[in-house]
C-alpha cells in the first residue's frame, strides 16, 4: 500500500465549478501535511499547509481528519488557471522528507 | 535572489552510462534534498546533504549517490544507468530549523532521458 494516496482523476470542470481532492495517508506518525501545485513537468510548488484545524487561503480549502487519516483540497469558483496536477504531502516531521501522493490532474474548461 | 537553480536542463544518455546532475540551492539556504519524479508519479525522496555529509536517504540503490560541496552546492551522480532512471529530477533546497518542510523550494529540475 502506497503511504500517500489521491484520487487518481484527472478531474474535467467548468469554470466557476467547485471541485474537491481526496488524499490518504497510512503512516499514523504523520504530523505535517501539505497541497503542492504542479505544472506541466514544472517544479511542484507549495500551495498551503494542512492544519489539524482546517485551513482557506482565498478560494482553497485545506482540512484534515487525524481520526480517518485523510486530508481534502476544495477549490471553489474554479479558474482556467487552476488546471495543474495537485499533489498531497505528508511528512512525519518538520525535518523529515516529503512523501507525495501520484497526484490529481484538474483541467478547468472554458 | 536567484532560487533554486539545477542544470542541466535535459540530458539524453544511453543504457550503462553514468550521469551528474548539478543543483545550486537558494541563497540562505544549507540543506539539499534530491527527488526523482517519474512519469505519473509523485516526487521520491533519493536523499538529503547538510554539512557536506549526506543526512538521509530514500530507498534507492547504491548506483545513486551525491555529494554536497562547501557552498552548499550538490550534485547527484547516477552510474550504471537503466531505462528505468528516466524521470524528472528535482533539488530542493531548505535552511536548517524546526519547520524546514514549510521552506521548502524546489528546483525546476533535470529531465533526464535513457535510451
Known amino acids: 500500500r502506497k503511504e500517500v494516496e489521491q484520487d487518481p482523476g484527472p478531474f474535467n470542470v467548468p469554470e466557476g465549478a467547485t471541485v474537491a481532492f481526496n488524499c490518504t495517508y497510512s503512516?499514523?506518525?504523520?504530523?505535517?501535511f501539505f497541497w503542492y501545485r504542479q505544472d506541466c513537468r514544472k517544479e511542484p510548488k507549495l500551495l498551503m499547509s494542512?492544519?489539524?484545524s482546517g485551513n482557506e487561503d482565498g478560494r482553497f480549502t485545506a482540512q484534515l481528519n487525524r481520526a480517518s487519516q485523510y486530508i481534502s483540497l476544495l477549490i471553489r469558483d474554479s479558474k482556467l488557471s487552476d488546471s495543474a496536477t495537485y499533489l498531497c504531502?505528508?511528512?512525519?516531521?518538520?525535518?523529515?522528507?516529503?512523501?507525495f501522493g501520484k497526484g490529481t490532474r484538474l483541467s478547468v474548461i472554458a | 535572489d536567484a532560487g533554486v537553480t539545477q542544470s542541466p536542463t535535459h540530458l539524453i544518455k544511453t543504457r550503462g552510462q553514468q550521469v551528474t546532475l548539478r543543483c545550486s540551492p537558494k541563497?540562505?539556504?544549507?540543506?539539499v534534498s534530491w527527488y526523482q519524479q517519474a512519469l505519473g508519479q509523485g516526487p521520491q525522496f533519493i536523499f538529503q546533504?547538510?554539512?557536506?555529509?549526506?543526512?538521509q536517504r530514500g530507498n534507492f540503490p547504491d548506483r545513486f549517490s551525491g555529494h554536497q560541496f562547501p557552498n552548499y552546492s550538490s550534485e547527484l551522480n547516477v552510474n550504471a544507468l537503466l531505462l528505468g532512471d528516466s524521470a524528472l529530477y528535482l533539488c530542493?533546497?531548505?535552511?536548517?530549523?524546526?519547520?524546514?518542510?514549510?521552506?521548502?523550494?524546489f528546483g525546476s529540475g533535470t529531465q533526464l532521458s535513457v535510451l
Open positions: 530542493a533546497s531548505s535552511a536548517t530549523g524546526r519547520r524546514t518542510n514549510e521552506k521548502l523550494f
Open positions: 503512516n499514523s506518525a504523520s504530523q505535517s
Open positions: 494542512v492544519y489539524s
Open positions: 504531502v505528508a511528512t512525519t516531521s518538520g525535518n523529515t522528507p516529503l512523501v
Open positions: 541563497s540562505g539556504h544549507d540543506t
Open positions: 546533504y547538510y554539512e557536506e555529509e549526506e543526512r
